[in-house]
């Protein structure tokens, strides 16, 4: 070793050293070579200045080592350096993907089995990666942010293979399958107008704000995870149990359902393929590590067929991308960006700034009272059909007040929906009751609201029926119209046939004394047919019975 290269050299080790040495032994030597003499450390003039203008010059101090310390042989070291990461961005998204896996691998049988299941499908396998390739991006890049395994980015494909339409038996709903409860205790608006557990912006940030709570509660991905199959309050439960028995507190070491015991298996088995498909004998898709779409703002309500129009795509394109709308309008209150494909966005801003055409054929309207399905299409100038087909209305339902409905634009319903609407709007429904249309006579000093009590029924729906209001008084034997419940029994003896009004409980007695008539008849014919009379006893019995 060159002796001037000492001092540096000795605070190295193995492969570095050598490194450091093959980098710098030319330039050393040069240096070497054009030392200028110093006293030893311990001479006086070592401090001295030289006096040389040139000196004030040099990077440092020249040494030159004493006489009697001999040069040793050059020789030629084999170079072992490290390896390097390289800093080359990934050819594609697999690739990115796979430089972000860091969680421990599983190696079990339950593995291999859910390995074999998807390698047996590669239709499957194809179908849901390509589907990937409009929500991977964007869900690689927060987990990036954010530091987390890459492992998470795959765990789509085990909730909902990618599809942010799917539901479960048990009502969860998206890419990330959130549940009802648990999307509103992220901020997944959930209402009649959009379902944010399956918007892909919304739901991925809560997805991954609920795993990085669950990794912190138990500090470990594994059960994170389990956690987020079964939840967490299971898990506890589970690892407090094994606790007092004295067992380990593991993912494999817990009692759990056979759907988290596989969970996380299945997840490690979709790992295995992506990390390394041509083991596999799999082929995944390309994509491509940029953007697949980019955010744009709207500031007013948009029907999603204009903003796909707008845009050049097609409107499937744009529900694929917003998943989460419901209805034919974008409600800007509530939904201030929609996706776009990446180049359609810029074509969409473009063109929207010269559009001067109608952006929205469709707002909300707040039902008033309660009341037919009929009643409120002819309130907003639409058939019963098209109002029911607009809003999914079931069959023989009713609209409850309050309910928000999605109607077309007219001369009064003009205007873009309120944020108070679009973000609680809801569609509240009760059983439609079959009714019956009575007339039947004011009594001396009743006004609306008395009649309307007498009978059992809503003043307001009292008022409407015969265009009053609610406190308006009645002429004795004034006419009004009622429309009764099929099963309920009116107050008085109004019929449809009957204009004529009469005291309710005068009516009831004289009903049940001819029940009472009716019942007799039968006992006196019984003299002369009993064999009539067992007929029609045997026959009461049994309807009885029923």
């Given amino acids: 070793m060159t002796p001037c290269l000492a001092p540096a050299l000795a605070r190295l080790r193995g492969g570095a050293r050598r490194l450091a040495l093959a980098l710098a032994l030319p330039v050393a030597l040069a240096g070497c070579a054009s030392t200028v003499a110093v006293n030893a450390p311990d001479s006086p003039a070592a401090s001295a200045p030289t006096g040389d203008p040139a000196s004030s010059t040099r990077g440092g101090p020249a040494v030159r080592l004493p006489g009697n310390v001999p040069l040793s042989d050059l020789a030629v070291a084999p170079m072992d350096a490290p390896t390097v990461t390289s800093l080359a961005a990934p050819a594609d998204l697999w690739e990115r993907i796979r430089r972000g896996l860091a969680l421990p691998d599983l190696n079990d049988e339950l593995v291999r089995q859910h390995e074999q299941w998807y390698l047996s499908r590669p239709d499957y396998i194809q179908r849901m990666t390509e589907r990937s390739s409009r929500y991977l991006f964007h869900i690689v890049e927060e987990i990036e942010a954010r530091g987390l395994p890459m492992e998470l980015a795959l765990l789509p494909f085990i909730e909902s293979a990618f599809n942010p339409q799917a539901v479960s038996s048990a009502r969860a709903a998206g890419m990330w399958q959130f549940m009802p409860a648990t999307g509103a205790s992220f901020d997944l608006k959930q209402n009649a107008f959009r379902d944010d557990r399956r918007d892909v912006l919304a739901s991925t940030r809560a997805a991954l704000d609920y795993l990085e709570q669950l990794h912190a509660r138990f500090g470990d991905w594994h059960l994170a995870l389990a956690a987020y ?9 589970a690892i407090t149990r094994n606790q007092r028995a004295g067992l380990p507190t593991g993912y494999g070491d817990l009692i759990m359902p056979a759907e988290t015991r596989h969970y996380v298996p299945k997840l490690q088995a979709v790992k295995n393929i992506v990390a390394n498909p041509a083991r596999y004998s799999a082929t995944l898709p390309d994509i491509g590590n940029h953007p697949f779409f980019d955010t744009v703002a709207i500031e007013r309500d948009m029907d999603v067929a204009v903003i ?13 991308l917003n998943p989460s709308l419901k209805q034919p309008v974008v409600m800007a ?5 929609v996706l776009l494909p990446w ?14 055409g109608p952006l929205a054929s469709w707002t909300a309207w707040v ?51 309120p ?18 249309r009575v007339v039947v006579k004011a009594r001396k000093g009743e006004n609306v609201a008395r009649l309307a009590r007498r009978y059992g029924l809503s003043a307001a729906s009292v008022a409407e029926w015969n265009h009053l209001s609610v406190g308006s008084s009645l002429k004795t034997g004034q006419r009004v119209t009622l429309h009764l419940p099929q099963r309920a029994k009116a107050s008085g003896t109004a019929t449809a ?13 004289r009903s049940a004394s001819a029940k009472k008539a009716m019942v007799k008849k039968p006992a006196s014919a019984s003299k002369s047919s009993s064999g009539k009379t067992r007929s029609a006893s045997s026959g009461s019995s049994k309807t009885a019975r029923k």
Avoid: C
């Fill in 308 to 320: 796909a129009r707008l845009a050049e795509v097609e409107e499937a394109d744009v529900r694929a």
């Fill in 419 to 436: 944020a108070h609407v679009a973000d609680n709007g809801t569609l509240s429904l009760q059983p439609e009751v079959t009714t019956r």
């Fill in 229 to 237: 199959n079964w939840g967490q309050g299971n898990v506890s439960r």
């Fill in 497 to 509: 046939r009957t204009t004529k009004a009469a005291k309710p409980r005068a009516s009831a007695t």
């Fill in 333 to 337: 209150a509530g939904t201030p960006q």
């Fill in 343 to 356: 180049d359609n966005a810029v074509i969409f801003q473009r063109k929207l700034q010269a559009y001067s």
């Fill in 367 to 417: 039902v008033p009272s309660t009341m037919t399905v009929a009643q409120a299409a002819e309130r907003v100038g639409m058939s019963e059909a098209e109002l029911r087909k607009a809003n999914a209305i079931p069959p023989r339902m009713r609209l409850r007040a309050g309910s928000s409905l999605i109607v077309p634009r007219n001369g009064k319903l003009d205007r873009d929906v």
